[in-house]
């Protein structure tokens, strides 16, 4: 595709449930970020990935949080018994080669934990 | 540990009217610095990079500098118009994998 794009656009969930959120990169970017935005912040980063491998995942804020590439391009943050402290966009990058590559930012999902 | 603000906060300008706004942070040892817009509900555009080694960039109406030994950038608007009124993210790179990013400025561009 043209750009990141992120499913679901709104994920609304009940305390306790796992939840899945998806990135798909632009096309050919080896590097990808998950960042999470709380409402009136910048964005926080959670976790890179530069190929398969988590290269850092040192964002990630307990281990309720885990994220995949298995591929080298879809990846999936994965949240186990969620709190309501989770609730945050969740944004995902990538970018042609990491380093100081410019990042391409993706529309965000929306995760509302009731 | 990096830190980066905004000022202000937000800003709140007439239509036309040419206006900065101000990034700093306080690692001078950075390798860039990106500026966004962010639309509420969506997600980031980037709108400039500037590398360390560059003192500015310019895109249409926008142009940003960057002065690492002071640690400031600013992003100025020239001409503004009502569809520039968004939230502006300035984000420092020091290597490795992260963007540090401030709270943003809100802008609002009135008719």
């Known amino acids: 595709g043209a750009g990141v794009s992120q499913t679901p656009s709104n994920k609304v969930t009940e305390k306790g449930k796992y939840v899945e959120l998806r990135c798909d990169p632009i096309s050919g970017h080896t590097a990808l970020y998950w960042y999470r935005q709380s409402l009136g912040q910048g964005p926080e980063f959670l976790i890179y990935?530069?190929?398969?491998?988590?290269?850092?995942d040192s964002g990630l804020p307990n281990d309720r949080f885990f994220a995949v590439r298995p591929e080298g391009s879809v990846s999936t943050l994965k949240i186990q018994r969620t709190e309501r402290g989770d609730s945050a966009v969740y944004l995902c990058?990538?970018?042609?080669?990491?380093?100081?590559?410019?990042?391409?930012f993706g529309p965000g999902t929306r995760l509302t934990v009731l | 540990k990096q830190e980066v603000t905004q000022i202000p906060a937000a800003l709140s300008v007439p239509e036309g009217e040419n206006l900065v706004l101000n990034c700093s942070f306080t690692d001078s040892a950075i390798y860039n610095l990106q500026w966004f817009r962010q639309d509420p509900g969506k997600g980031l555009t980037s709108l400039l990079l500037?590398?360390?080694?560059?003192r500015e960039q310019t895109s249409g109406r926008l142009n940003a500098s960057l002065d690492k030994s002071s640690g400031r950038s600013t992003l100025y608007i020239a001409a503004s118009q009502p569809g520039d009124s968004a939230t502006y993210l300035c984000a420092v790179y020091l290597g490795g994998s992260r963007l540090t990013f401030g709270e943003g400025t809100q802008l609002t561009v009135n008719p």
């Open positions: 990935f530069q190929g398969t491998g988590a290269a850092d």
């Open positions: 500037i590398q360390s080694s560059q």
């Open positions: 990058a990538s970018s042609s080669s990491g380093g100081a590559n410019e990042q391409f």
